[in-house]
């Protein structure tokens, strides 16, 4: 058997990170791909590549979520979850469901914008997954979602509706097109994409669930239905537990390509590109023959540079690069610019100084999901005794390390953490002085997500505490995170600066 060069094949996943529940559109030579963003913003990501396998992030779609009042504190496994991407009438369009409220869309004539408010759809609870389609054959359009179980008591179902062409509303009631109860073996049936095809409508939605599921086909010639099923991919024998959700794309050639995600514990949601045909049957075949590959032949695509999302940052002018999101809809002031580089985060007073997991204020970027060295430099600028600030690994569990301003004036540095069922953190290491008020921070991320603390305050770097093991919240992998916060009822806090923010592989 031959072997490829390198430089022909990929390897899986091609976004190592949690990029969850994604969703391609190709536009011309150029793909953009969204994915879940839940309760942090800017949401709504967007990524773009011109070989499916190299992908940055060039922004968001969704600067603040709705209605603003709901995401003014952490909602982390809430608000923005499955969202679909299409083009049509010379627009980009994605649709969403936030569990609690309904479905949105926003659409802009830019993959940078300006994109509208968004738009609410449907109203109702546990409405998630919706996906349109506007059918080029017949000039109308439709919509299909799935259900939230713990929201509306209904799962393992798809519900289709005929849509106003414009996107703004819903044609008719809806009603079940996919029943996965009355299919045997198949149970959680959600995140649907529809597609016309040969003729067809088709749906590709998985079922299952995220860690031990299969990725299925339906067609049907009419919208709604009946629909026949198939399993076109799953695990197999190979190591990518679930294959879950994800997109079909065309390149302009005519391959076939199909973007889904893996569920890798606290590592969260990482993307895989698999081959896609049409068989002779006229079925889809994704994979190596329904299992998923590891490495394989790349898209014949224009060979582009190695790229990947941005995570390094020296925050010029005190500003953020895009890679970063705040854990609730920002306020103004929780970061300053200025004529210097450096993040310079204020200390925010609050009753949940203790429970980083509380605070709307932190501002986060995904977990690499590889062996990584991540390291920040930190001065923290406050009079203010308990204000502090720090690098952390959040998830339903916490670990952070950090500078704080004792009652007796001085500084410390502190390690803290908090399991999952805790209320508050505990120390992890007997904080020891920081005389000069400034750190380096270094956590080193092992295998499994095993996180090892780090700083040096001048006479290098010195390990902290035992290793910490970063876990996800139920849907959302775990994030790094930097923060400054300070006790409720202090005046003019202060603030930390934060200098050269850097992600190193190991």
Known sequence: MSVRPAEETYRNPVLNADWSDPDVVRVGDDFYLTASSFGRAPGLPLLHSRDLVNWTLVGHALQRLQPAAEFRAPRHDCGVWAPSSRFHDDRFWIFWGDPDQGIFQVNAPEIRGPWTRPHLVKRGKGLIDPCPLWDEETGEAYLVHAWAKSRSGVKNRLTGHRMHPDGAGLLDEGRTIVDGDAIPGWFTLEGPKLYRHDGWFWILAPAGGVETGWQGAFRSRDFFGPYEERIVLEQRDTGVNGPHQGGWVRTRSGEDWFLHFQQRGAYGRVVHLQPMRWGADGWP??????????????????????????????FPGGRYGRQWQWTANPQDGWATQHSADGLRLTCVPTSDAHDLRRLPHILTQRLPGTPATVEVGLRLHSEEPGARAGLAVLGDAFGWIGLERRADGTVHLVHRFAEAAAEKERDAERPRPAAEGHARLRIEIGPDARCRFAADTGDGFRPSGPVFAATPWRWVGAL??????????????????????????C
């Open 285 to 314: 075949v994704i994979g190596d023959d329904g299992a998923p590959v590891t490495e394989h032949r790349r898209p014949a695509l224009p060979p582009q540079p190695p790229a990947a999302p941005a995570t390094d940052d020296d």
């Open 480 to 505: 790094l995170g930097l923060f400054a916060t300070a006790p409720a009822g202090t005046g003019h806090a202060g603030s930390g600066t934060f200098t050269h923010f850097r992600i190193q592989p």
